[in-house]
């Protein structure tokens, strides 16, 4: 992928003089495809736990790596993983189409895809044993499936993720908890989708949470977008932090 890594994330005042954050790109080989993510950590504390990112439908960009980055100012580290391929680098809506739409087709590649990266996560700097998958969007449907494929993780969340299931898939094997976070407004999921999850959850037995936020549509996180909602962003961001000091 070619793409321009943003500048070393600022920290506070108040936080600087015992951070040390270091992020680079990380590649990584899953069956004969060669792919590559972005690992950041803060090298001067014991990481709180290894977090992992999937990316929109618009492949591995700025905005993960930006997200992985304020992940290891929290003291995490952090793994935005590529399920697209290193040699992959989407630049309209037809080619995130096309690229997202055939792991959608081929939901066993999807799963090997995603298995895989979780897999390589033990190979990268400041790895844990304790980890949680999170994504946006694409990346938000990408941790349910993950979820539902039976990945061995400490937390699933979701930011305004793609929330069907599909025919023949299930939540009975999942052990840890789902959080959700998404917008009433949101065209795509819609709130019957949202609520028809929260049931397959609590039948399934799985621990889980939701936070709704009104008037949010469906990239409320995404800066720069036209949906992006600071309130919503900001409010799930806290939420974010709350699941994890309470999964790792």
Known sequence: MIRTSLAMLALTAATAAQAELTADYHRYTVGDREYEGYVATNSAITPKGTILIVHDWDGM?????????????????????????????????????????????????????????????????????AMVIMGYCFGGAAVLEAARAGAEMDGFVSFHGGLGTPEGQDYSGVTAPVMLFHGSADPVS???????????????????????????????????????DLNADQGSWEGLQDFLDAQL
């Open 61 to 129: 960009t700025a905005y993960e790596e930006r997200r992985a980055e304020m992940l290891a100012a929290l003291g995490y580290t952090a793994f935005a993983i590529d399920v697209y391929g290193a040699d992959e680098n989407p630049q309209s809506v037809d080619e995130n189409r096309a690229l997202s739409g055939a792991l959608y087709g081929d939901r066993e590649e999807f799963r090997a895809r995603l298995m895989g990266s979780i897999a390589e996560a033990a190979n990268i700097p400041g790895a844990t044993d």
């Open 190 to 228: 819609g709130m019957g989708d949202l609520a028809a999850l929260l049931d397959q959850l609590q039948a399934a037995g799985v621990t889980h949470g939701a936070e709704v936020f009104g008037g949010a549509r469906h990239s409320f996180t995404v800066y720069g977008s036209n949906d992006y």
